[in-house]
T-cell receptor, first 114, second 115 residues
């Protein structure tokens, strides 16, 4: 059974700092991995999607890496800003169609202090 | 453009009352649709998924049911709500991006409180 773990559960940093969020999964047979952002009381916003054949994806100040063999992914946020404060969720998928169900971690709650 | 709508945004219902949450997508056809629940202090849990009209699969036994009467409509229901049904309900669909790859898009969610 696939399990996804995110460390740390919460993180507080001063503005401008670079930071890394960690995600690990127990079954390396994944189709893709996706990072989401969730603001309090809101839905999920997709940040980055990494296919199992890829090593990393970048979008602006965000960079996500994937090491499928070791069951790990990291989300790197450069030059953090107060607007980055949110909960970040990692999720893996076994495939498309009926296997496309996402298994989520519990998230890392990030607080960026001005 | 491709969008997903969920309503209502918030709902307070008494125990034993019925429930109907609706999700619709626009700008696509034959999407894979999903209902997830996020309970307090817990991660997101898949409740139901659908690969087509009237094709519903349940991941966990529970007090809820789902239906897909139209291609782009997904409904979450209950005949009698329990306190344990409280949570944040999210609808999602798989969108296909360049190269056949797919990613998930989530609706804005419904906060359900059963009292």
């Amino acid at each position: 059974k696939q399990e996804v773990t995110q460390i740390p559960a919460a993180l507080s940093v001063p503005e401008g700092e670079n930071l890394v969020l960690n995600c690990s999964f127990t079954d390396s047979a994944i189709y893709n991995l996706q990072w989401f952002r969730q603001d309090p009381g809101k839905g999920l916003t997709s940040l980055l999607l990494i296919q199992s054949s890829q090593r990393e994806q970048t979008s602006g100040r965000l960079n996500a890496s994937l090491d499928k063999s070791s069951g790990r992914s990291t989300l790197y946020i450069a030059a953090s800003q107060p607007g980055d404060s949110a909960t970040y969720l990692c999720a893996v998928s076994r495939g498309g169609g009926s296997q496309g169900n996402l298994i989520f971690g519990k998230g890392t709650k990030l607080s960026v202090k001005p | 453009s491709q969008t997903i709508h969920q309503w209502p945004a918030t709902l307070v219902q008494p125990v034993g009352s019925p429930l109907s949450l609706e999700c619709t997508v626009e700008g696509t056809s034959n999407p894979n649709l999903y209902w997830y629940r996020q309970a307090a202090g817990r991660g997101l849990q898949l409740l139901f998924y659908s690969i087509g009209i009237d094709q519903i699969s349940s991941e966990v036994p529970q007090n809820l049911s789902a239906s897909r009467p139209q291609d782009r409509q997904f409904i979450l229901s209950s005949k009698k709500l329990l306190l344990s049904d409280s949570g944040f309900y999210l609808c999602a669909w798989i969108r296909f991006v360049t190269g056949g790859r797919h990613g998930y898009t989530f609706g804005s969610g419904t906060r359900l409180t059963v009292v």
